[in-house]
T-cell receptor, first 113, second 113 residues
Framework: KAGVTQTPRYLIKTRGQQVTLSCSPI?????VSWYQQTPGQGLQFLFE???????NKGNFPGRFSGRQFSNSRSEMNVSTLELGDSALYLC????????????FGPGTRLTVL | AQSVTQLGSHVSVSEGALVLLRCNYS??????LFWYVQYPNQGLQLLLK??????LVKGINGFEAEFKKSETSFHLTKPSAHMSDAAEYFC???????????FGTGTKLQVIP
């Protein structure tokens, strides 16, 4: 099976712009989670989607949003970018079931200038 | 609520020496515990997981971890470090069911030749 794919891999934006990141989970996985990784804060949970519904949400401002499509692909959007949004954004998918591990994509490196 | 504490943001060991990375967790229900490894510019890869049953869990690349409920710990060990083990390691907890996964702040392992 192909792994989790994320596009684009690298992105440079300026303050005030918005950005959309995409994640395609492993075939058959219906749960997709998003994380923000920065050197200072580590891995911070953004949100989790399961069957097109947001199941869990982290403590991020409303500028961060996401959605999941019927084919389980997911997108996250960040509006009105700030310098502090520069980070590696990781997507992870999980097989159906409660105890299965997450499979991570390579991430999208977002730089906000 | 659930949380993870990883003691030591940086650990250095000599090649061939024992690797010990510490993880303590907090969970109000029996937890599911995970160790992941991240190499530079890559996503996270699962090393091992504990769900139920045997408290000593063996993973990939010679790593293992022991779940100790009385100490709320899930330390990661490897008898003999290899240069290729140099990476960042994350401990994670999911407090059962469909709760979000919470990651520790990570431990960077340096292996000295």
């Amino acid at each position: 099976k192909a792994g989790v794919t994320q596009t684009p891999r690298y992105l440079i934006k300026t303050r005030g712009q918005q950005v959309t990141l995409s994640c395609s989970p492993i075939s058959g996985h219906r749960s997709v989670s998003w994380y923000q990784q920065t050197p200072g804060q580590g891995l911070q949970f953004l949100f989790e989607y399961f069957s097109e519904t947001q199941r869990n949400k982290g403590n991020f401002p409303g500028r961060f949003s996401g959605r999941q499509f019927s084919n389980s692909r997911s997108e996250m959007n960040v509006s009105t970018l700030e310098l502090g949004d520069s980070a590696l954004y990781l997507c992870a998918s999980t097989e159906p079931g409660t105890v299965n591990e997450q499979f991570f994509g390579p991430g999208t490196r977002l730089t906000v200038l | 609520a659930q949380s993870v504490t990883q003691l030591g943001s940086h650990v250095s060991v000599s090649e061939g020496a024992l690797v010990l990375l510490r993880c303590n967790y907090s969970s109000s229900v029996p937890p599911y515990l995970f160790w992941y490894v991240q190499y530079p510019n890559q996503g996270l890869q699962l090393l091992l997981k504990y769900t139920t049953g045997a408290t000593l869990v063996k993973g990939i690349n010679g790593f293992e971890a022991e779940f100790k409920k009385s100490e709320t710990s899930f330390h990661l060990t490897k008898p003999s470090a290899h240069m290729s083990d140099a990476a960042e390691y994350f401990c994670a907890v999911r407090a059962g069911g469909y709760q979000k996964v919470t990651f520790g702040t990570g431990t960077k392992l340096q292996v000295i030749p």
